[in-house]
């Protein structure tokens, strides 16, 4: 008898992939073998669970599925096609909504489409939902999502003017989908916002982050000014008037201007957070990371914690400084 255990087997992607998924089941009959030739006899009925048990063999699309697949494409048009993949299920296809933004709506057709609906998904901040019926087609996906877009052209407007016009710190790379986006005011000051989809030019959720007295005045003008909202003008032109501020652009500022590091990590970005506590001493303003600051005074014997809030002194200036509990991920 050989001793197969600490033998390894190594193969071709192909047959790993066709493994996925049964690497205990192997190794258990390696160690259990008596010798090469019955561990590849086990091997081959392994295999052979493996394959059957595979989804895609199981639904292998019958020949009109193809025939059908090219009429629908003729039909839409070629040039709509971004990419398919090689098993001729899954299409990226493209759109241009009317202000000339490309999307792109990626369709998994079933095996038995048309019959069964087609799975559907994009880049967007509302659910894809899409009618259905056995007669419909790739058109009919197509032109659905068409219609789509255009119900969000001016939720994407308002934010393509922010986009363009201010800096935005967050989110790094805003995607389509993306509803918030953190402008910034002054060094170490930004505003948040939240977009709504179906009102995009109406008031949004605001959050004013900064040190206290840079804050609060700005708080109060938002207060005060609320009622000066014009739901006809866009958000930034909404923001400018009621805070009685002009946002730093990348035509008058460096972005670097505005993302100071961590006064603890010395880092910009952790993970994908940015610095967005600071102190609140008008002569220290350092900022730091939520998490960073957080660690650093509960690991300080002078520190007292209430509840999830820290309360402990500013590493750089000694000044009373309070921080939450980190509530995203470290
Ligand atoms: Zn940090
Ligand atoms: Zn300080």
């Not at 393509?160 to 993306?178: F, G, H, N, Q």
């Not at 952790?270 to 967005?276: R, V």
């Amino acid at each position: 008898m050989m001793d197969l255990s600490r033998f390894r087997l190594h193969c071709c992607w192909q047959l790993k992939q066709l493994l996925c998924g049964y690497e205990h089941i192997v190794k258990q009959r390696l160690h259990h073998s008596p010798d090469l030739v019955s561990f590849v006899l086990e091997l081959k009925t392994v295999l052979e669970v493996a394959l059957k048990c595979r989804p895609e063999c199981r639904s292998i699309p019958p020949p009109q599925y193809y025939s059908q697949l090219i009429i629908e494409m003729e039909d839409l048009g070629w040039d709509k096609l971004v990419s398919i993949d090689t098993e001729f299920r899954t299409l990226r296809l493209r759109a241009e909504d009317s202000s000339g933004r490309q999307h792109v709506v990626t369709v998994k057709l079933k095996p038995k489409h048309p019959v069964e609906a087609p799975w559907c998904s994009a880049d967007l901040p509302v659910p894809l939902a899409m009618t259905w019926t056995p007669q419909s087609s790739l058109g009919h996906v197509h032109t659905q999502f068409l219609l789509l877009l255009e119900s969000l052209a001016e939720f994407w407007a308002v934010l393509d003017e922010i986009d363009e016009k201010t800096w935005v710190l967050e989110p790094e790379k805003p995607s389509r989908a993306d509803t918030m986006r953190r402008i910034a005011i002054a060094n170490n000051v930004s505003i948040k916002v939240e977009v709504d989809t179906r009102h995009p030019k109406m008031l949004p959720e605001c959050c004013l982050l900064g040190a206290e007295h840079v804050v609060t005045p700005l708080r109060n003008k938002l207060n005060a000014n609320m009622h000066l909202w014009n739901p006809d003008c866009s958000i930034l032109q909404n923001l400018r008037d009621v805070l009685e501020i002009e946002f730093p652009s990348p035509a008058t500022h460096e972005k670097s201007s505005f993302s100071a590091e961590c006064g603890i990590c010395y880092a910009y970005r952790l993970e994908s957070a940015i610095p967005d506590q600071v102190c609140n001493d008008p002569r220290c303003g350092q900022p730091f990371h939520q998490a960073c600051l957080y660690e650093w005074l509960r690991g300080l014997p002078s520190s007292r914690q209430s509840f999830n809030i820290v309360f402990g002194e500013c590493p750089y200036c000694s000044k009373p400084i309070t921080v939450k509990m980190s509530t995203q991920k470290p």
